[in-house]
């Protein structure tokens, strides 16, 4: 009798010629473009180059893997600003169990250096396919939306709402520290949100090591900024 043939052969192939990593990658790109509903799964798995079985493999299906999405763009904004992040949360842990407080000349240096570490990021040409899938959440939330936010937006928002009191001599919880914390990561997207309209108004034909060098220095120019009400920075 002939023994059917194993389905095990197929799902190995699938697991061990990097299809997973393919279909993140591609649907990074084409949710990003199109959206959740202008993308079939036969072009994604065409896109990736893999079988379209991968997709209920890995995923379950179309919806999982633009949650997946969001989990790996969460995970690779990790690694490009990991150990920056990492060491400012250290430090905020550090001050809130004992150790040497925060004063305003450390929060004006931490804050700087993450704002020219998101500026650096920003110029890189592989946050623009990163951009444009969290730009379509920002406008029509979705569960993938309360991924990133959770798992990013919110602990980095909270360490630079707290950097923000600290120079603002105001409560961190405060309204208008909330305000001026999201009014200064708007300023530092925006460099990554209007490429368009910055190459434009600049007259850069592209953004390279000198264009970074000089956009780097409004992180600085930006937290200078920010002072008491009633004091005039020096």
């Known amino acids: 009798m002939t ?3 194993s389905s095990r052969s197929a ?3 699938v697991r061990n010629d990097g299809a997973r990593e393919k279909l993140l990658l591609a649907a990074l790109e084409l949710f990003g473009q199109y959206g ?3 993308v079939s799964t036969r072009k994604l798995a065409e896109r990736a180059g893999v ?3 991968a997709i209920n493999y890995y995923f379950d299906n179309k919806r999982g893997l633009y949650n ?13 600003i990991g150990e920056r992040r990492k060491m400012v949360l250290g430090r905020f842990a550090e001050a809130q169990f004992g150790g040497r ?14 704002g020219e570490s998101m500026l650096t990021l920003f110029a890189d040409d592989e946050s623009a396919v990163w951009v444009r899938y969290m730009v379509r959440e920002q406008a029509e939330p979705t569960e993938a939306y309360d991924r990133i936010y959770t798992g ?4 980095m928002l909270t360490a630079v709402r707290h950097l923000v009191g600290i120079l603002l001599e105001a409560d961190p919880n405060s309204e208008r520290v909330r305000l001026r914390t999201l009014s200064l990561v708007g300023s530092l997207i925006v460099y990554r949100v209007g490429r368009a309209t910055i190459l434009r108004e600049m007259e850069w034909s ?11 220095r409004i992180a600085s120019e930006l937290v200078a900024s920010i002072h008491p009400i009633g004091e005039n920075p020096t």
């Open 11 to 13: 799902t190995d192939a």
């Open 206 to 216: 592209s953004v390279g090591p000198k264009e970074i060098t000089a956009i780097r």
């Open 51 to 53: 079988n379209l079985q």
């Open 101 to 114: 407080p925060i004063d305003v000349d450390e929060a004006r240096a931490i804050l700087t250096m993450l």
């Open 3 to 5: 023994k059917a043939p």
């Open 152 to 155: 990013f937006m919110q602990p």
């Open 68 to 80: 997946a999405v969001a989990d790996y763009l969460i995970e690779r904004l990790q690694v490009r």
């Open 36 to 38: 959740f509903d202008g």
